[in-house]
């Protein structure tokens, strides 16, 4: 995932206030957020910024395929390690001989699980990062070599 500083240097830094936000490291913060999407830059629809926008499109992902934490695992990434599901406290207090030691879960409140070669979500309202006392875990993030998981 990017951040807004890379995201910021792929914009046209023209500060125009056409999106709405008052400069484009305003804008890049937004996009990063998912409060705007691309499409919402007038001037990177323009011939001389298509590159730009192509790249852009490419490293946002749509909010579509996030959970409803804002999880999204990129399964063309995952390569079924685990680290996640051991590393997720969540999973370690749900199910703390199972997946907390390293197995495979044995509970069906975990959060994340392995199958058929990559990570799956279940129980996502669980998740540290959703509902009224969430938290900035972060986890399930660090532990992937893959970086097949991020939060929106």
Not at 60 to 83: D, L, R, Y
Request: charged share 25%; net charge negative; glycine share 8%.
């Amino acid at each position: 995932m990017a951040n807004a500083l890379e995201i910021y240097q792929l914009l046209p830094k023209t500060n125009c206030k056409q999106c709405g936000k008052a400069t484009c490291m305003a804008f890049a913060a937004a996009l990063l957020s998912r409060e705007v999407v691309v499409d919402d830059c007038p001037p990177l629809k323009e011939d001389k910024f298509k590159d730009k926008y192509e790249k852009l499109s490419e490293i946002i992902t749509p909010a579509g395929e996030a959970s409803e934490s804002g999880m999204i695992v990129h399964t063309e990434k995952c390569i079924g390690c685990g680290n996640c599901v051991v590393a997720c406290p969540v999973n370690v207090a749900e199910d703390p001989h199972g997946a907390g030691s390293g197995r495979a879960p044995t509970s069906d409140n975990v959060i994340l699980r392995v199958e058929d070669g990559v990570v799956r979500l279940s129980n996502v309202s669980q998740c540290r990062r959703f509902g009224e006392n969430k938290i900035l875990c972060n986890g399930c993030i660090v532990t992937c070599p893959t970086k097949a998981i991020e939060f929106v």
